[in-house]
Structure formats: structure tokens, C-alpha cells
């Protein structure tokens, strides 16, 4: 008895939006363990579980490139390339649908322009594959399009960069950084550009006040009693530090007085000084494309790994057993 297998249909079963690709690539190996086509010309010809699996063991040199993730995103930081991806998630289409869909856009190119400057460049990231006239999305790039969908974000970045944008936005994630916390991931002269695109395009915003002397107080527990005033001033020092102009507006003297009264606390070592430099952080439109980045790098670490998996197991020899059915397995002939 040979079994025989609906492609189309146990691809659109393992397929879920929510699922890891390795994940997936380890479904679809189960099923073809107990797939007996009538010819191998019908997996290639047919199979979209059989032509997914290529996929990945195709790019796996892309993938495994320490520049992907950039090259990734350059591909992508593209109006018109998105627009093809979108064109893509629709159906297969020919250049020339491409193009016409480009021009329902407002996009008006040549289809030798669009095949050299945005088609190309998503081939080569493995978003999207030729198959005859026709273009596709890969699995791969079906995941990128989610991606898309579910962050919607606007990307002002530059398409054709060392991604010194994307890494500071990486950094800025964790919290406020200074310049100097921010240095370390960049050429001082990158980094002065990168910070000044990233503000002006709304995603980092600058502290309010330049590097200035903040005021602490010491650990140190008084031993001499304090006057109204010393004590007022004593006491409205936060743990976090202030300034002598908001301390003097906090208390309401003068800040001729705010001084005098901080010199008396630094001279009985109740109070010390340090310089509080200005920080970076992002807005809500730059935490959300700094998120959108992370969940692309983690859907590029996903991706390898399938990739790594489908490698290994095309290593392992033809007598090696079979895996555990799964719930998408069909049952092996009796």
C-alpha cells in the first residue's frame, strides 16, 4: 500500500502563525518519514512541506552569516520593497504583476528596476524565492511579512547603513544610557550621527538638562542638631540626587542661600557631589521599532536553527529510526 500525502493540506496544518520555525521543520520531518510518493518528481514537483524544507537547507549558509540580521534589515528598510513583500503575501506573482501592483501604489518602475533594486535584494535575504516567471514569499519570509503586520511600524532609518541606528535602539531598550554608556557600541563620530537621526526622527529623546552637579546625601547619621533651615534643606535631598536650582525652587530660598546651607552639609560630610551626565532614552514610537527589531533577530535565530536541524538530520544515514508520530503524522500503512 503506498501512502500518499495532500501537501498543500498537512503544510497549511503545521503552519502556525504562533509556532517557531524549527518547530515547524521538525513536524514537516515527521510526516515525510512516512510518505511514500510514487515518484520523487512528485515531492519536488508538488510538495510544499518537501519544497519549506529546501528552503532552510538552501539558505542555511545565508542564515549562518554574521552579517544576515543586517543585511536583513537593509533589504527591508525599503517602502517600495515592503510594498513587494505585501504584493507577494497575496500570491505568486510575475514581475509584471509586481509591477502593476506597484503602480496601484503609486510606484511607477520599470520591471528591470524593480527586479534589480527591490526584488533581488529580498532574494538574496531568502524572503522571497523565484519559482519559473513567478515570485514567492518563502516560509521564511511569511514569517517576516507577521512581523510586519503585528508591529506596523514606520522605519525612518537608512536603507543602506552599518545598522549603528538599530544597536543603539538595541541598547536603549534596557533603559537610559549617557554617552558614554552608548560609546562602547560605536565610532564616537558614528555614534554623535546615529543619536542626532534617532532624535530628530522621534524615537530618542535627550534628558532636559546638559551634565550638571547633582546633590546627594551621605549615609552618614548626624550627630549635631541642624537649624530650621539646614534641616529642611537636608531633608528634601532625594536618594536619586538634585540640583541646586530645583532643591532651591523645593524649598523656597533663595539659591545664593541653597548654597550656603549645601556647603555646610558637604563640610560636615552629610552631603557630596556628582556630576550627572545626560542621557538617552526612547520614546513610545522608538520602543516600539526597538521591539520590532528584537522580535526580527529572534525570528533570524529561529530560522537558523531550523535550518541547523534540517542539516543535521539530511546527515543522519537512511536506517536511522523514525521520530514519534506527532498529532500532524498520518499513521504508516498497516
Request: charged fraction near 30%; include cysteine; charge should be positive.
Amino acid at each position: 500500500m503506498v501512502l500518499e500525502i495532500n501537501s498543500r493540506q498537512w503544510l497549511s496544518k503545521i503552519v502556525d502563525n504562533s509556532a517557531e520555525l524549527v518547530e515547524i521543520m521538525k513536524k514537516a520531518d515527521n510526516i515525510c518519514q512516512y510518505c511514500e510518493p510514487i515518484s520523487p518528481m512528485i515531492c519536488i514537483e508538488q510538495c510544499e512541506i518537501w519544497r519549506a524544507k529546501n528552503e532552510f537547507l538552501e539558505m542555511n549558509g545565508v542564515l549562518c552569516r554574521r552579517d544576515h540580521v543586517r543585511k536583513l534589515f537593509n533589504a527591508v528598510k525599503n517602502d517600495r520593497r515592503q510594498k513587494v513583500i505585501e504584493a507577494l503575501s497575496e500570491r505568486p506573482r510575475s514581475m509584471g504583476g509586481l509591477q502593476a501592483f506597484l503602480k496601484s501604489r503609486g510606484y511607477y518602475h520599470s520591471q528591470r528596476t524593480i527586479a534589480s533594486e527591490y526584488v533581488k535584494p529580498l532574494v538574496k535575504a531568502g524572503i522571497v524565492k523565484k519559482d519559473g516567471d513567478k515570485h514567492r514569499l518563502t516560509l521564511y519570509g511569511q514569517k517576516f511579512r507577521d512581523l510586519l503586520n503585528r508591529f506596523n511600524v514606520d522605519n525612518p532609518l537608512p536603507p543602506h547603513s552599518r545598522c549603528y541606528e538599530e544597536i543603539m535602539l538595541k541598547k536603549l531598550k534596557d533603559g537610559p544610557k549617557s554617552y558614554a554608556d552608548l560609546v562602547e557600541s560605536a565610532a564616537q563620530k558614528s555614534l554623535s550621527r546615529s543619536l542626532k537621526r534617532l532624535t530628530e526622527n522621534g524615537l530618542v529623546t535627550k534628558s532636559k538638562s546638559p551634565n550638571y552637579v547633582f546633590y546627594f546625601r551621605t549615609k552618614k547619621v548626624p550627630k549635631k542638631a541642624f537649624s530650621p533651615t539646614e534641616k529642611k534643606i537636608y531633608e528634601t535631598i532625594p536618594e536619586v540626587g538634585i540640583s541646586a536650582h530645583e532643591l532651591s525652587w523645593k524649598v523656597d530660598i533663595s539659591l545664593r542661600r541653597t548654597y550656603k546651607y549645601l556647603r555646610k552639609l558637604r563640610k560636615r560630610r552629610l552631603a557630596f557631589t556628582r556630576k550627572k551626565p545626560r542621557t538617552y532614552e526612547l520614546t513610545p514610537a522608538g520602543l516600539e521599532l526597538a521591539n520590532f527589531l528584537e522580535e526580527t533577530a529572534n525570528l533570524v535565530s529561529d530560522a537558523s536553527k531550523a535550518s541547523a536541524f534540517l542539516l543535521e538530520r539530511f546527515k543522519q544515514p537512511k536506517d536511522a529510526p523514525a521520530p514519534l508520530l506527532t498529532e500532524f503524522s498520518p499513521r504508516p500503512p498497516q
